[in-house]
Nanobody, 124 residues
Framework: QAQLVESGGGSVQAGGSLRLSCAAS??????MGWFRQAPGKEREGVAS????????YYADSVAGRFTISRDTANNTLYLQMNSLKPEDTAMYYC???????????????????WGQGTQVTVSS
């Protein structure tokens, strides 16, 4: 049974940075990603990584500010978030799948395993 545990969320002022971590059990996933969900909004894909090729994809809203990366030795997924904006405020979730995903892999329906989420709050 795959398990994903996020950490690293918190409260920051606009322009600040946070790094989210996702400790994953096992390392045979084909794709991993970060999603977020703000109150009253649908869950949206933020960034994904193909674990075979290392190729990364980003939502337009975070491209150039967020970086997804993976430490295979420690089975940990990261999301470095810079230049944070109030509109980045949301619960952030780590997701993974063993199945092949059509790029960019930012659809929640592509993933079968989810963490419990970590809250990110950005104040203006």
């Amino acid at each position: 049974q795959a398990q994903l545990v996020e950490s690293g969320g918190g409260s920051v002022q606009a322009g600040g940075s946070l790094r989210l971590s996702c400790a994953a059990s096992g390392n045979a996933y084909s794709n991993m990603g970060w999603f977020r969900q703000a109150p009253g909004k649908e869950r949206e894909g933020v960034a994904s990584i193909n674990t075979r090729t290392g190729r990364t994809y980003y939502a337009d809203s975070v491209a150039g500010r967020f970086t997804i990366s993976r430490d295979t030795a420690n089975n940990t997924l990261y999301l470095q978030m810079n230049s944070l904006k109030p509109e980045d405020t949301a619960m952030y979730y780590c997701a993974a799948t063993f199945r092949w995903v059509i790029p960019p892999g930012l659809l929640a329906t592509d993933y079968g395993y989810w963490g419990q989420g970590t809250q990110v709050t950005v104040s203006s």
